[in-house]
């Protein structure tokens, strides 16, 4: 199968375009899941390695945790505005394996094991997911899938798994263009859908290999490929960047079944402001990014739940033609970045276009500019809605309105452009 396939691509190779528009379109991972951006829930960003229940609760990654998740999730709207899968990230088994080279979930912190928190998650109707790594170990330490691939992939399945995250930590990032590929055909061959999320392409990256975008589309539904977003505004930036700089490689790989991942929300945590939030919200959105959050859903601030729970930009992120958007144009350190969605209209898509500010001077700043230099040249207009505020504008604005954006200092203004 795989070599009918290389000889395909071999036939049209003369043809570079269409041969790229087939590469995503049609030799992407059909396994029916992620059509749009996943969206849940992880622990890693907020909770990290915490295994100190004495000391840490409410924190430590346990089953507690896991529980008390998915009821604030269920309670506080954050099922029903579509955060559905619910994932462990690392440090959740013994260090070591059984004699059989089962994996063990940690006794003390998950008592009752993981099919019974997995059937605790989808009583309540909400998808269970986990982690592993490619490699010898976690990069905790923990033991890694290297010679227990198909242990793993079956243990998962029976646990009634739903999402496998596959770290990259203790493996060498050469080897991984067929270890990723042969883990997720062992997860295809369980029978049990699962989402594969890789991140095959950050240790590539990280490590001089330039990532083969078209084979890891082919075999992940979603991909990791800068660095781990830390809970601060200049993390959150430098991923931003990475997204803009390397769009012209990346962006065309995403597409439903498929996706480029950013990292996790932070939202709601210890490191960004209000406006610095809506920045991530709202990016998130054009990027067409997974909406995986990690924060204490017991602790958060109401201001901060809006903003995860805002219909009309999830409404944005899962729109579902799934393409990526970019970053259009730069002005005064202000970014344009804009994302093609429907409604299509007169054969013009509307838009959603995300103004963030790098500037930290401290006051508000005006920039001004029309739809044709970002792009949008509907000549029959667009309706413009502003969706932090919800407001709709009384005018009709033309490819050539002159348009005027306050922004506020690293924060952001994000508007709907509906094709008319
Ligand atoms: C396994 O792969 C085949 C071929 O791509 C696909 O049709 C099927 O849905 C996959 N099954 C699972 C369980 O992922
Ligand atoms: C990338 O993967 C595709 C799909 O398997 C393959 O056809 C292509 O030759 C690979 N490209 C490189 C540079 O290895
Ligand atoms: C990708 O992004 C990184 C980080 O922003 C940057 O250093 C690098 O030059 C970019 N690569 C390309 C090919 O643009
Ligand atoms: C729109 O912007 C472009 C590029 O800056 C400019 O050439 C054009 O004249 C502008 N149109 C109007 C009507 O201002």
Known sequence: MYLRQNKKMLLISALPFVCILLATRVYSLENGLARTP??????????????????????????????????????????????????IDDCWPEMKRSGEGLLIPDKIRFPNGMKALGDYIHSNGLKFGIYQDYGTKTCAGYPGIIGYEELDANLFASWGVDYVKLDGCYADPKTMDEGYVAFGQLLNKTGRPMVYSCSWPVYQEGNGIDPNFTLIAKHCNLWRNWDDIDDSWSSLASIANYFAENESRIQQFAGPGHWNDPDMLIIGNFGLSLEQSKVQMALWAVLAAPLIMSNDLDAIR????????????????????????????????????ARPILPKNNDFYSFAVAYV????????????????????TNSHGYVELDVFEDVISSTIKYPDTLLSVIVNPTGCVLHKFIAF
Not at 53 to 79: H, M, Q, Y
């Open 357 to 376: 500010s790098h500037r930290t001077d401290g006051a508000p700043f005006k920039i001004q500019f029309n739809l044709t230099e970002i792009g949008l």
């Open 302 to 337: 109401p201001e901060y739940r809006e903003i995860l729970l805002n219909r009309e930009i999830i409404n944005i992120n899962q729109d579902s033609l799934g393409i990526q958007g970019v970053r259009r144009k730069v002005i005064n350190n202000i970014e344009i970045w």
């Open 38 to 87: 996943p969206m849940g829930w992880m622990t890693w960003q907020r909770f990290r390695c915490i295994t100190d229940c004495g000391t840490f609760p409410n924190d430590c990654i346990s089953e507690n945790l896991v529980k008390r998740t998915v009821d604030a999730l269920v309670r506080d709207g954050f099922k029903d505005a579509g955060y559905e899968y619910v994932i």
